[in-house]
Nanobody, 119 residues
Framework: QVQLVESGGGLVQAGGSLRLSCAAS????????MGWFRQAPGKEREFVAR????????YYADSVKGRFTISGDNAKNIIILQMNSLKPEDTAVYYC????????????WGQGTQVTVSS
């Protein structure tokens, strides 16, 4: 089991910034990548960004590319999502997730943190 706890959400005006954190605990050695997803009201959960521990390689959804940055500290089992130039359409609950080496899937999820961007 891997436990994930997000923090850092809140209310911000359009054009502003927020920084989300995700702390992982438990069987973190089984994790080879971590990612951020989001779900807006009435919409399906969508991928935002991910980072691979072994290479530090990152990947972003087109909608956030150039505005969001994912980073991580493997030794501390923490990942960060720095969100700049926020738009009202970024409003959603943001979830942290870990991808297992054994399954290749995002098997563990945090409880989510609300991000609201006002226009």
């Amino acid at each position: 089991q891997v436990q994930l706890v997000e923090s850092g959400g809140g209310l911000v005006q359009a054009g502003g910034s927020l920084r989300l954190s995700c702390a992982a605990s438990g069987r973190t050695f089984s994790t080879y990548a971590m990612g951020w997803f989001r779900q807006a009201p009435g919409k399906e959960r969508e991928f935002v960004a991910r980072i691979r521990w072994s290479s530090g390689n990152t990947y972003y959804a087109d909608s956030v590319k150039g505005r969001f940055t994912i980073s991580g500290d493997n030794a501390k089992n923490i990942i960060i999502l720095q969100m700049n130039s926020l738009k009202p359409e970024d409003t959603a609950v943001y979830y942290c997730a870990s991808k297992s080496t054994s399954t290749g899937k995002y098997d563990y999820w945090g409880q989510g943190t609300q991000v609201t961007v006002s226009s």
